[in-house]
């Protein structure tokens, strides 16, 4: 049909059964073949006079196949040598994107270079954090770079420049308004983050039930395989209580980001908390153990600092010896990675900057994962601080470089539970699977092993424990 012969099919057919259609809902529906058949299932589930978009949305996407696809990852396209020449161009590719989001935020003056900035003038500039101290008289004193040279601009305490400055780590990119005095003196009187847009981005309504994970460990002594065996059985739908068979029935997906295995080496005297020594056989163990899910289920991985892969990130999926353990219901991705379910866009990273945004900023803890989660969305990078906890790649551009809003920015390592919603993007990090070790004790980290996020799209966010 042409559109408007559809739109006057449409209205007409609603009218029969007493609706009207509100125009959003008429313009969805315009597009969909079989027209008929679903405004037959939208008359038999709504109870408003008015058709909405909402009613109309559900119904259509119910009918259409779940989707999965791979939107960025570094598998397959890693192209670093790891000279000199390759982080310059990482680091320029990581300003030169931040540069393009604070354009879009940063409103009235002209975006100044640093070696052009004029004197005796209110300027703006976009700069990359070289250094961050304090004065003897309690001043912040920053230091800004770009690509035509530096500045040193002093935060006064007691201002608000001085409080924004107090989420600022070195490496990140952010734009900075202040007044550069005729002696050289560069006044901070304002911090501009990248950030992502106040309402996120538009919602997806698909009802298809994603189960957020990480840090499992297989391998490990500390591995809990009894409340590994309690998720297993659940998702098998052999718990006797109809709320979460019906929630295990729901789920499509389980994302794993990052710490499959507890791997070897990766910190002083593991060999002690090892039950499996050997890594591929712990990877072994993590195949057979995957087989127990339901073939229904596709299981996403990416690899974490544990992981036999580079340390550096972005790190490349596991490697094709290590694939070939797994079944074929195992999709294998990078770290981080960006995936598009069925419209939801999810950002999927293992998290171990997080280690570095804890230990800099006093605003956020390991009680409360998902709050240093909204400082990477608010720089916009995945790993704003390096030579840290986080090794980076020098690759050809940035790839922890945020620049597509995602849905859902899911990371792990920390092995501690929590989640929220940061200016529409939910934010998970998934807890772990295994108890605290003896490293851990060291370090004074207490884990939160066995809880799982369940999210639907369409229904919201679960969370479940089985420790």
């Known amino acids: 049909m042409q559109d408007q012969t559809a739109i006057k099919h449409i209205i007409s057919r609603f009218a029969k059964e007493g609706y009207s259609v509100h125009p959003g809902a008429l313009k969805a529906l315009t597009s969909v073949r079989n027209v008929d058949e679903v405004v037959d299932k939208i008359c038999s589930s709504v109870t408003s006079p008015v058709i909405r978009y909402?009613?109309?949305?559900?119904?259509?996407?119910?009918?259409?196949?779940?989707?999965?696809?791979?939107?960025?990852?570094?598998?397959?396209?890693?192209?670093?040598?790891?000279?000199?020449?390759?982080?310059?161009?990482?680091?320029?590719?990581?300003?030169?994107?931040?540069?393009?989001?604070?354009?879009?935020?940063?409103?009235?003056?002209?975006?100044?270079?640093?070696?052009?900035?004029?004197?005796?003038?209110?300027?703006?500039?976009?700069?990359?954090?070289?250094?961050?101290?304090?004065?003897?008289?309690?001043?912040?004193?920053?230091?800004?770079?770009?690509?035509?040279?530096?500045?040193?601009?002093?935060?006064?305490?007691?201002?608000?420049?001085?409080?924004?400055?107090?989420?600022?780590?070195?490496?990140?990119?952010?734009?900075?308004?202040?007044?550069?005095?005729?002696?050289?003196?560069?006044?901070?009187?304002?911090?501009?983050?990248?950030?992502?847009?106040?309402?996120?981005?538009?919602?997806?309504?698909?009802?298809?039930?994603?189960?957020?994970?990480?840090?499992?460990?297989?391998?490990?002594?500390?591995?809990?395989?009894?409340?590994?065996?309690?998720?297993?059985?659940?998702?098998?739908?052999?718990?006797?209580?109809?709320?979460?068979?019906e929630l295990a029935e729901s789920v499509k997906y389980v994302l794993i980001a990052g710490d499959i295995v507890d791997g070897v080496g990766v910190y002083p005297g593991q060999d002690q908390d090892l039950l499996i020594v050997d890594v591929y056989e712990q990877y072994e163990k993590a195949a057979e153990e995957l087989e127990r899910l339901p073939d229904r289920i596709?299981?996403?991985l990416s690899p974490g600092n544990h992981d036999a892969v580079r340390q550096a990130e972005p790190q490349p999926a596991l490697p094709s010896e290590i694939k070939s353990l797994f079944s074929r219901n195992v999709e294998f991705v990078g770290n981080p990675c960006l995936l598009d379910i069925s419209g939801l866009k999810i950002e999927m990273y293992h998290g171990r900057s997080l280690d570095d945004?804890?230990?800099?900023?006093?605003?956020?803890?390991?009680?409360?994962?998902?709050?240093?989660?909204?400082?990477?969305?608010?720089?916009?990078?995945?790993?704003?601080?390096?030579?840290?906890?986080?090794?980076?790649?020098?690759?050809?551009?940035?790839?922890?470089?945020?620049?597509?809003?995602?849905?859902?920015?899911?990371?792990g390592h920390v092995h501690t539970f929590g989640y929220g919603v940061y200016r529409g993007v939910l934010t998970i990090n998934s807890g772990t699977w295994q108890s605290q070790t003896s490293y851990q004790k060291k370090m004074n980290l207490n884990p939160m092993p066995g809880y799982v996020a369940v999210y639907n799209p369409a229904k919201g966010i679960a969370r479940l424990k089985f420790a």
């Open 54 to 245: 909402e009613d109309v949305i559900g119904i259509i996407d119910s009918g259409r196949e779940e989707s999965f696809r791979i939107l960025k990852d570094i598998s397959g396209n890693s192209r670093c040598e790891g000279n000199i020449d390759d982080f310059v161009q990482v680091f320029n590719s990581r300003y030169s994107k931040i540069r393009n989001i604070l354009k879009t935020r940063i409103s009235g003056l002209p975006v100044q270079h640093v070696r052009r900035m004029p004197d005796g003038r209110k300027v703006q500039i976009v700069a990359m954090i070289s250094e961050i101290r304090e004065s003897s008289s309690g001043h912040r004193l920053i230091e800004f770079e770009d690509p035509t040279g530096r500045i040193t601009g002093i935060a006064i305490k007691g201002s608000p420049a001085f409080n924004q400055c107090a989420t600022l780590v070195p490496d990140e990119v952010v734009g900075v308004s202040g007044n550069l005095t005729r002696d050289g003196l560069f006044i901070i009187e304002n911090i501009i983050f990248p950030d992502i847009p106040a309402n996120g981005r538009e919602s997806v309504r698909k009802d298809v039930g994603i189960v957020f994970t990480s840090d499992i460990h297989f391998g490990s002594k500390e591995f809990l395989q009894d409340v590994w065996d309690r998720f297993v059985s659940w998702l098998n739908m052999e718990m006797k209580k109809e709320k979460l068979q």
């Open 298 to 300: 596709k299981i996403v």
């Open 357 to 411: 945004l804890m230990t800099m900023l006093p605003s956020v803890d390991y009680s409360k994962p998902h709050l240093a989660m909204y400082e990477l969305l608010r720089k916009r990078h995945l790993a704003p601080v390096y030579g840290g906890r986080s090794l980076l790649a020098p690759e050809k551009e940035d790839y922890l470089v945020i620049e597509d809003v995602p849905h859902v920015l899911h990371s």
